[in-house]
């Protein structure tokens, strides 16, 4: 607020909340909406460090707080929607991809099971190739955490009692450097076109 120049009267008419609730806000006495700190985020901040700065300030609070009540004004409802938007665009692009997946194992005649689950583990596919079990994890938006994925393709691996792990993705990219650095043993990564023929192969050089 300092740097732009703003009272918190200002502020609080911008993103559309009482001085009161931007006051509880900046005390830390309450935290943002979605919405509000994305409205937030829009009028204070003018480069990704600020707005990374700003992420830090409300989720990296000990104590948990009340969330600050919102405003309905049509700005608001908009950012909504805009949010909610992106969120089931990104989950209709992960749906749509994994039955790309199926569709690969289907034409393969490979059998799998989908959606498996067993206590904390929870795979997208696991295929029975050539005597051997691999767990298929289905990975659209490579460019968010995927080292984190393939954290998660090792441990499915052991949990679920797999050969392989295979991690599927549209493309390849600097995003698989994560994966060469760990050199992760069982752990491999694979478009879906290619991806029958490379089970095979996993499977011959498995045996």
Not at 178 to 186: D, I, K, Q
Request: proline share 4%; aromatic share 4%.
């Amino acid at each position: 607020m300092g740097r732009r120049k703003l009272t918190g009267v200002q502020l609080a008419t911008d993103i559309g909340l009482s001085a009161t609730s931007l006051s509880r806000i900046v005390t830390g006495h309450s935290k943002p909406k979605q919405v509000t700190l994305t409205r937030l985020m829009k009028r204070l901040c003018s480069t990704p460090q600020e707005e990374q700065m700003m992420l830090r300030a409300f989720t990296g609070r000990a104590v948990p707080v009340l969330e600050e009540p919102v405003t309905d004004d049509p700005l608001n409802a908009r950012e909504e929607r805009e949010r909610v938007e992106r969120w089931l665009e990104a989950r209709t692009q992960a749906i749509t991809f994994k039955n790309a997946v199926a569709r690969e194992l289907d034409k393969a005649g490979v059998k799998y099971r989908r959606d498996v689950c067993d206590g904390i583990a929870s795979a997208d596919f696991i295929a029975e190739k050539s005597g051997k079990r691999v767990a298929i994890e289905c990975k659209f938006n490579v460019g968010r955490d995927f080292e984190k994925t393939v954290g998660v393709a090792r441990l499915l691996r052991k949990l679920l009692e797999c050969d392989l792990a295979v991690i599927v993705v549209p493309f390849e990219g600097d995003f698989l450097k994560p994966l060469v650095a760990r050199r992760s043993a069982g752990v491999s990564c694979i478009t879906p076109a290619d991806l029958p023929n490379h089970l095979s192969s996993l499977t011959r050089a498995s045996s």
